[in-house]
């Protein structure tokens, strides 16, 4: 069974710059949701995808949106990076759209820096 | 809204020792799932143990066991045994009947291993 696997491991992006980043859910899994990580702090929910659309959303801004494929992998774009923009973004995936009690996989992150 | 509190920014313990981490909740949903999630330096989130609301017996995964007192909106996570390996940033989450995947996380505990 593959898990979830995220790339790239590490980016560093400018200021005003836009980035794509990617996550391939573990086998089976038609949910897939991301977080940023400050440093230092708890993982904060940006949304989730089910059947390519997004049907949740946290406290993020429009300039965070994303995408998901039929083969529920699924991609994080940012748009006009800010500084505080700096985290790890973790993605998860799971069975289910509402399944509350279906366990989520994370994967290993990719730790955006802006400069 | 929901909200989860780890009042312990860091915890240590001496190997084969027994360590007790604290989390607080808040939600006004009737079922939800409570879980505790370690993130070794690895980045990736590993679920520990899990426990349903509606269930009044304690969970319990070898070493690790929860102390969930729903009344008090608390559960916290007991290691036994404590390892090298247990070594890492320790946070507690929520995940209620209309969250889907969404789980809101606690600001996290570091825990050290002392040899």
């Known amino acids: 069974e593959t898990g979830v696997t995220q790339s790239p491991t590490h980016l560093i992006k400018t200021r005003g710059q836009q980035v794509t980043l990617r996550c391939s859910s573990q086998?089976?899994?038609?949910?897939v949701s991301w977080y940023q990580q400050a440093l230092g702090q708890g993982p904060q929910f940006i949304f989730q995808?089910?059947?390519?659309?997004?049907?949740g959303r946290g406290n993020f801004p429009p300039r965070f949106s994303g995408l998901q494929f039929p083969n529920y992998s699924s991609e994080l774009n940012v748009n006009a990076l800010e500084l505080d923009d700096s985290a790890l973004y973790l993605c998860?995936?799971?069975?289910?759209?509402?399944?509350?009690?279906?366990?989520?996989?994370f994967g290993n992150g990719t730790r955006l820096t802006v400069t | 809204a929901q909200t989860v509190t780890q009042s312990q920014p860091e915890m240590s313990v001496q190997e084969a020792e027994t360590v007790t981490l604290s989390c607080t909740y808040d939600?006004?949903?009737?079922?939800?799932?409570l879980f505790w999630y370690k993130q070794p330096p690895s980045r990736q989130m590993i679920l520990v143990i899990r426990?349903?609301?509606?269930?009044?017996q304690n969970a319990t995964e070898n070493r690790f066991s929860v102390n969930f007192q729903k009344a008090a909106k608390s559960f916290s996570l007991k290691i036994s045994d404590s390892q090298l390996g247990d070594a890492a940033m320790y946070f507690c989450?929520?995940?209620?009947?209309?969250?889907?995947?969404?789980?809101?996380f606690g600001e996290g505990t570091q825990l050290t291993v002392n040899p």
């Open positions: 086998s089976g899994h038609n949910t």
């Open positions: 989450a929520y995940r209620g009947e209309t969250s889907g995947s969404r789980l809101t």
């Open positions: 426990q349903e609301a509606y269930k009044q």
């Open positions: 995808y089910y059947r390519e659309e997004e049907n």
């Open positions: 939600t006004s949903e009737s079922d939800y799932y």
């Open positions: 998860a995936s799971s069975r289910g759209q509402s399944s509350y009690n279906s366990p989520l996989h």
